[in-house]
């Protein structure tokens, strides 16, 4: 697997110093917990920079308005979960062992952000065609990482299953913050090991697991 980051700001802009990247950092922080709790839509400059204890003149130093404060959040957030996955998997020389460190960074990543990963796919991506061309780069990045794993365990149509991994990932990730009622939350290496195990031996492979193994809602 490979790591390709990105930045959220334009190469023609001038470097940050060292102040300003934090406060551009803290900016970035309060922004997402306050479209977390209020949404997109619901969310005001005045809010964020109120959460950042900054002022909004500093706001406007590093972002136009809402919408590009949001683009820069998605770009830094799937930079972080690229990373991750990457320093997951960069060691691991069993192919299926690093396909479940793969999934376990993804799981668990996402139970760290669960907010912001359902702010994004509720609402996010209907804002315009630039943040679901955002993700959609992210799936052919994360994809294109997984196919080498995937062709090391034998699998032909690489691009094809990638892209169906990723689809399960997501939808097991979504089910188990927001849609379980009453059963135990899984961990994420758990949840790593049933994804792996439902994707390349079918529903009858994947064990039952017990309260134990689980971790908590986000």
């Not at 909004?56 to 959040?73: P, R, T």
């Amino acid at each position: 697997m490979t790591d390709v980051s990105v930045s959220s700001r334009s190469t023609s802009e001038a470097p940050l110093t060292e102040r300003q990247w934090i406060r551009r950092g803290e900016l970035l922080e309060a922004a997402r917990g306050v479209f977390e709790r209020d949404g997109y839509h619901g969310t005001t400059v005045s809010a964020i920079v109120q959460a950042a204890g900054l002022s909004q003149g500093a706001f406007y130093l590093y972002f136009a308005d809402k919408k590009a404060v949001f683009a820069a959040l998605q770009d830094e957030m799937a930079t972080l979960l690229r990373r991750r996955i990457y320093w997951a998997t960069r060691d691991e020389a069993d192919a299926r062992r690093r396909l479940e460190a793969g999934l376990d960074a993804y799981f668990a990543y996402y139970e760290e952000y669960a907010a912001w990963n359902r702010r994004l796919t509720i609402e996010g991506l209907a804002i315009d065609a630039s943040f679901e061309r955002r993700q959609t780069d992210l799936a052919q990045t994360l994809a294109a990482a997984f196919r080498p794993t995937l062709e090391q365990l034998g699998v032909g149509e690489t691009a094809l299953a990638a892209f169906a991994l990723l689809g399960i990932a997501a939808q097991i990730a979504y089910w188990q913050h927001f849609q379980r009622k009453d059963e135990a939350s899984m961990s994420a290496a758990a949840l790593a090991q049933a994804c792996a195990s439902l994707f390349l031996n079918g529903a009858p492979s994947i064990p039952a697991h017990s309260p134990q193994e689980g971790g908590s809602h986000a």
